[in-house]
């Protein structure tokens, strides 16, 4: 069963330096839970970017998502 979370955050860096560090997030060695990190969709809205993504994780949901 498919589950939804949304999740807004304000970061005090550039934009430039925010969206560098989203992308390079996964993958990497410290998060070999993560299994793949799949973009459903992306868009830009009155300046702000939304994206929905799918990740598969080898890890339990914690508690929040369940």
């Known amino acids: 069963m ?17 969206a560098r560090g989203y992308w ?7 998060s070999t839970h993560v299994l793949s990190e ?3 969709s992306r868009e830009v809205r009155d300046g ?3 994206t929905k ?6 890890n339990r949901v914690p508690k929040w998502g369940e």
């Open 2 to 18: 498919a589950r939804y979370f949304e999740n807004t955050s304000t970061f005090n860096f550039s934009w430039d330096q925010v």
């Open 24 to 30: 390079k997030r996964y993958p990497n060695p410290q």
């Open 38 to 40: 799949d973009t459903w």
């Open 48 to 50: 702000c970017l939304y």
């Open 53 to 58: 993504r799918v990740l598969t994780k080898t």
